[in-house]
């Protein structure tokens, strides 16, 4: 038995049956939103007993999470003082999230077996559109968890690869909203002028997902900025982010990966290439 089959809302949302009707009709909803805005969300696709299980997991991971409290700016660059103060490219903003490597993760978990799920790799690669897809084979960014505490933020910037899969398995009690402007940015032009209105607050076009606890969504955050605002509340936003690569075989430099997950992941790595001389 897939692994989908236990965790998510079938009857709402038909992965197992993408050549039928309804899975087709799915299908095409997912495709329009992902071409329209660079999202599509599908709010409690998992159900309420599988989502309250998976935050659960997640909580008990919280302690192994590389907690990172700085500043960076959208496009994960250093500063160019050759530019002017007010450009995008000079402006930072604090980062205040923890995150958790995919090594920790139990084999056995929920949230491993979900990852592990063919109907959700294959519904995934229908949505987008790709000829093939593979679960990324690097063991630390496989699957991550994310939390954003209460005082919490993650600015605004747009991602490095085409596509991002997430689960939000847990809502802050306030704030954290999703949101992000579809294609403010092109593969030709960075448009500076349209993203130092949106960091003026000034931009018109800001999208904010309904996105209740088990919600899926699949975004293209290559072109699109986004963020999720302030966290405020009592509980930690919790989000679950599944990487899928278009071939096998994928793995960050070790350079990225002591980046995202601090010192734990460093010195293993470090072993590593010390038992390979």
């Known amino acids: 038995m897939d692994a989908l089959d236990r965790f998510a809302d079938l009857d709402r949302f038909p992965v197992h049956d993408l050549d039928g009707p309804r899975g087709r009709a799915l299908l095409a909803d997912c495709q329009t939103g992902l071409a329209t805005q660079g999202a599509a969300n ?10 309250a299980s998976l935050a659960a997991e997640a ?7 590389y907690a990172k409290n700085t500043r960076r700016n959208a496009y994960f660059t250093p500063d160019d003082p ?5 450009h995008p ?3 930072f903003f604090p980062i205040v999230i923890s995150q958790v490597a995919g090594d920790v993760l139990p084999p056995a978990s929920h949230l491993a077996q979900l990852y592990a799920s063919d109907l959700l790799k294959e519904f995934v690669r229908r949505a987008l559109g790709l000829p093939r897809l593979f679960r990324r084979a690097d063991v630390f960014q496989n699957v991550n968890l994310v939390f954003i505490p209460p005082g919490g933020v993650q ?19 306030e704030g954290g909203d999703f949101e992000f402007v579809p294609n403010l940015r092109t593969a030709t032009e960075p448009s500076y002028d349209g993203v130092a209105r949106l960091f003026r607050g000034e931009h018109p076009g800001v999208v904010r997902l309904p996105r209740p606890a ?6 293209r955050g290559e072109h699109a900025m986004h963020r999720v605002s302030p966290v405020a509340g009592t509980r930690p936003r919790i ?6 690569d278009e071939e096998p075989g994928q793995w960050a430099t070790d350079a990225e990966n002591t980046m995202i997950y601090g010192p ?3 010195d293993i790595m470090a072993a590593r290439r010390a038992t390979e001389r």
Do not use: C, K
């Open 214 to 219: 088990g919600t899926l969504t699949l975004f």
């Open 42 to 51: 599908l709010p409690a696709f998992l159900s309420t007993e599988s989502v």
């Open 59 to 65: 909580r008990a991971l919280e302690t192994l999470a």
């Open 82 to 86: 050759s530019l002017p103060q007010d």
């Open 155 to 173: 600015p605004w910037h747009y991602d490095q690869n085409q596509f991002t899969i997430t689960l939000l398995l847990q809502p802050p009690g």
């Open 239 to 244: 989000t679950a982010i599944l990487t899928y």
């Open 264 to 266: 734990r992941v460093r």
């Open 89 to 91: 490219l000079r402006r």
